[in-house]
């Protein structure tokens, strides 16, 4: 998983690409990129995209400072501790249905 923060004049599409290559060191090969989720704070300032992107195959990515590592698991099968946002996600029965739909269809 990567994320981080859109800038002011980029995109939610354009701030997942820049920090795709800033957390992985690369753009890897992606088939398919699918919304899964937008989290909109209360008082709507904040707002947090969530996307699946498909990619051809596993790789090893070039990690930056901000990870010490990286796995890939089955979608019960996630790493802790995680980060408390990612993990309320990964919690929420929807998303956890869709994403097992797009893996269902995908494999």
Known sequence: M???????TETPW?????????E???QPT????????????KD?????????CVVEQEFSPKLNGEHSGYAWVSING???PLHDGVRK???????????????DLIV
Do not use: D, M
């Open 2 to 8: 990567v994320g981080g923060k859109s800038t002011a």
């Open 14 to 22: 354009q701030g997942l690409q820049r920090e795709i290559v800033e």
């Open 24 to 26: 992985i060191g690369f």
């Open 30 to 41: 992606i088939q398919k990129t699918i919304p899964l989720e937008l989290f909109v704070s």
């Open 44 to 52: 709507t300032r904040f707002k947090f995209h969530t996307f699946v």
């Open 78 to 80: 996630w790493p802790l």
């Open 89 to 103: 996600t990964l919690q929420n029965k929807s998303i956890k249905t869709k994403l097992q739909t797009i893996l």
